[in-house]
């Protein structure tokens, strides 16, 4: 091996190490990684610089600003809020259709501020029926994640395969190409929650408002606790260390919102505004139409769409920065660097060529069921963003060495790279329905590994169909 090739492994081994470990922001880690690469040689400035404005971070920062936007006009809370008075009135199949239709904003909108606002209202609505919200809750987060798959935009994961693919040599994704895929996933998963995956977690409405109350005593009774330790603290240090400390907890992101704290989420809400809702969702429109038709690509129309939001006064420059959501945006950057350091050392090729000894005797859709089943462990252990370029450039060189298109593959990886639901970790939605569900680890991994194994085999039915090898 190359010094290359052994500094690249040796990082990527420490990133992904730190990233199980979970004690160091995801951010962090990637940037730290990049910046090594970067000192050691083993990459350029330039292809840094390439990561940092690469298309899908460009794409992403737009998007962003266009949903925050919308979720600032009241518009989302106002649709979902009307989605369920109906529910309401029709009972139990009403929660299921708002459930669906939150996956469908999915497909074109950041699921964390969907399920924020719609996790509320199901569960009132669910106690009014007298049903238990943990036959809603957990299927509400499953289904916002399954709505990311079907479009290119849906989720952080699809653009940056997308990216990933167009510095290997491939040619870039359409916005709807990946849709028939990710609909016969989404539609398969779904089913199985409303019909199997859901009554499994259905218990009386007085068993979950024992524990609401029990949870609420231990939550009442550690919040003391912190307060004392923080009074404490002022009599010995009556200096400003705890305000620095409790700054440093809200820059982080609202470290409450990633423990599912449930009061975070009766103030999502905003106010409805016509003028500003009106805009935001004509740029919108017209950001999706201008990439679905190919008018121009998917990061001009985003960009386009986010800057013409401040100019037409929908929501201020300082709004704009605020919904950027740049730890996202810096993570995607600094694992980018890595997967370009993967493929330009040639470590991607090795790795597909240690693949192939063991797979080519089985062809390629085996070769397109194992590669699915490793992006779909790592998913559970690392951020899909992490395993999207971890396994990308390993997807491209594996189809070539078979002599395939390697397109198939890439749509592998970007569903299997999402579709991870074993654990409560795995996805922030998953862990703001935690608490508010009461749920525990165990109903995670009953509910989550059954659908893991049924969207697997549904994936590799629906993607040789629509992307023939």
Known sequence: M???QI????????????LIHGRVRADVVALTG??????????RPVEVQGAFASPAVIALAGLFVIAYAIELSGLLGLMIREATKLAARVGAVGVWAVIGMCGVLGGFLNNTPV?????????????????????FLMPLSHVSVLGGLMTLIGTSTNL???DMARNAGQPVFTLFEITPVGLSIAVVGGLWLYFVGARQLGRSVAADEAEQARLAEMEEARRKAAAETAARRRRILPFNLPRLGEARTHADGSGDAHLGDVALFGAADRPFHLRRASIALGVFVA?????????VPIAASAFAGAVALIL???????????????????????????????????????GAHMLIGVIRPFGPLAALIILYGVTLFATELLSNATVAVLITPIAVALAESLGVDPRPFLVCVMMAASAAFATPFGYQTNVLVFQMGNYSYMDFVRVGVPLNLITWVAAMIAIPIFFPF
């Open 115 to 135: 399920v924020v606002l719609a996790a509320p209202v199901i569960r009132d609505v669910a106690q009014s029926l007298k049903l238990s919200p943990k036959r």
């Open 2 to 4: 190359t010094f290359d």
């Open 160 to 162: 940056l395969v997308n």
């Open 34 to 43: 990049a910046a090594t690469l970067l000192l050691l040689g083993v990459v």
């Open 287 to 295: 950001v999706v139409v201008a990439a679905g038709l190919g008018l």
């Open 7 to 18: 500094a690249a492994l040796a990082i990527l081994t420490a990133v992904v190490g730190v």
């Open 312 to 350: 037409l006064r929908v929501i201020t420059a300082e709004e704009a920065y605020a919904g950027l959501r740049p730890e996202i945006l810096l993570l995607i950057a600094g694992m980018v660097v890595i997967g370009i350091a993967i493929e330009v050392t040639g470590l991607a090729a090795t």
